[in-house]
């Protein structure tokens, strides 16, 4: 059988999407794949329905970068309802409790919070999208059963109380990757004594990209010529702009884009860098001792 023939148009950037809630991650990118008519499309990392906010979507190429983004720090407000806990940390989940709200003051909430500063264990929620024995965790939550789940170490870079009623804090996070701020509400709410369950999320950024350069999907609907959509596309590289960038002479890019290790004798850096040939993106290296430059990811724009 031959293979199938792509219909669509080899696109090539990262659109940052503003999701709206009750949208799907993964229907959010088909949702901006078939306005852009792309060939290949990725998000990094899912986030919840109930959600809203910051969605990196990867296009084309710049698919190359979405494991790069899934490992970056992330930003959250999140509004916590306390008294009350469900099956899936948040509102759209079955009740499962529900308790009387202790008079609290600014100070014993700040207290609470300050325990979950820094490098914390945290346990996954059932419904996530890790696996057990195969299977996804919400796949066997929608069964009705419960596993147990390792802890995980994450961080929690920030955590302050913006705003504080009878029954909902409001919370700005900056946390590291693979924090699950459901489970980090309902610790909160265990440790305030009443539960807690998340009634809105809005994530503020991914990284280095802010909610200030996302496009909902009814603004990206208004743009009816290819140009306009791609002008909201930002470049692969730029993703990658807090990263050190080598600069390769015609020699050397020959060798790379032929998957051969470089050196570069007066280099003793390490790490990932962004590599360029005449400004143009080459795509992903990696310096290691002794001056030697990797190939670890290619691109090609054409």
Not at 102 to 118: A, N, R, T
Not at 131 to 141: M, T
Not at 261 to 281: C, H, K, T, W
Request: hydrophobic fraction near 35%.
């Amino acid at each position: 059988m031959g293979r199938r023939r792509k219909s669509g148009l080899n696109v090539h950037g990262v659109i940052l999407l503003d999701k709206s809630s009750g949208l799907s991650s993964n229907g959010a990118l088909q949702d901006v794949r078939r306005l852009f008519n792309a060939n290949k499309a990725g998000h990094t990392g899912s986030l919840d329905p109930l959600a809203t906010g910051v969605l990196p979507l990867c296009l084309g190429e710049a698919t190359k970068v979405c494991s790069f983004l899934l490992n970056t720090d992330k930003r959250y407000q999140a509004t916590l309802l306390l008294g009350v806990t469900t099956d899936s940390g948040d509102t759209e989940g079955k009740v499962l409790s529900t308790s009387e709200v202790p008079d609290l003051s600014v100070e014993e909430i700040e207290h609470c919070l300050s325990v979950f500063k820094g490098n914390i264990s945290q346990v996954p929620p059932m419904y996530s999208a890790l696996k057990h024995q195969g299977k996804r965790l919400y796949e066997l939550a929608r069964e009705g059963k419960v596993v147990d789940r390792k802890p995980r170490e994450v961080a929690i870079h920030q955590l302050d109380l913006l705003s504080f009623n009878s029954n909902k804090l409001v919370l700005d996070v900056r946390c590291s990757k693979g924090t699950y701020i459901r489970s980090l509400a309902e610790d909160i709410g265990r440790k305030l004594g009443c539960g807690a369950t998340i009634s809105q999320l809005r994530r503020l950024a991914v990284g280095h990209l802010h909610l200030d350069r996302c496009f909902t999907i009814e603004q990206l609907s208004l743009f009816k010529q290819k140009d306009e959509l791609e002008r909201c596309l930002i470049p692969a590289d730029e993703i990658l702009s807090d990263w050190p960038e080598i600069a390769l002479d015609t020699r050397q890019c020959q060798s790379i884009q032929n998957g051969q290790p470089i050196v570069l004798p007066a280099n003793d850096s390490q790490g990932l860098v962004r590599m360029y040939s005449e400004d143009l993106f080459v795509g992903i290296g990696q310096l290691i001792p002794a001056g030697q430059l990797i190939p670890k990811r290619l691109f090609n724009f054409n």
